[in-house]
C-alpha cells in the first residue's frame, strides 16, 4: 500500500506540468517542439539534477552517519556517493556539449545559458 502511495505521488507531480497544455494553443509542429524542449528544460533537467543531489547526499548519510560502525553500508553509501557525482558531471557535460554544438552552428546566440534555481537572496 505505502509503495502504491508513491507510485500515485510520484506520477501525479511529475505529470503536473502536463497540464500546461490545456493553457497553450500549440497550432504546427514547430510550437509543440519548443513546448516540449521547454518541458525538458524547466521541468525533467532540474528534477534529474534534483535526483542526483539526493543520491549524493543520501550516499553521504549511509556512508557517514549509518554506516559509522559497519563496513557494507559505508561502502554502499560511498558507492551511492560516487553513482550521484557521476550523475552530476555526465549532465553536466552533455549540457556542455549540447551548448557547444548549438552555439557552434549557428542557433543560439545568446552565449552561454547558465542555469539557475529561482531563487532571489537578498533582494
Known amino acids: 500500500m505505502k509503495k502504491l502511495i508513491t507510485v500515485i505521488t510520484t506520477t501525479a507531480t511529475l505529470a503536473l506540468p502536463l497540464l500546461v497544455v490545456a493553457q497553450t494553443s500549440v497550432s504546427n509542429l514547430s510550437q509543440a517542439g519548443q513546448f516540449i524542449i521547454g518541458i525538458i528544460n524547466g521541468v525533467l533537467v532540474p528534477v534529474l539534477f534534483a535526483v542526483a543531489f539526493i543520491v549524493f547526499i543520501w550516499g553521504a548519510f549511509q556512508a557517514f552517519i549509518l554506516g559509522a560502525n559497519d ?6 553509501g560511498k558507492n551511492l556517493m560516487l553513482y550521484g557525482l557521476i550523475g552530476f558531471f555526465v549532465m553536466v557535460s552533455v549540457w556542455g556539449l549540447v551548448n557547444i554544438l548549438t552555439g557552434s552552428v549557428g542557433l543560439n546566440n545568446s552565449g552561454v545559458n547558465v542555469p ?6 537578498g533582494g
Do not use: F, L, P
Request: no cysteine.
Open 116 to 121: 539557475t534555481s529561482g531563487v532571489n537572496i
Open 71 to 76: 563496513d557494507t553500508a559505508k561502502s554502499k
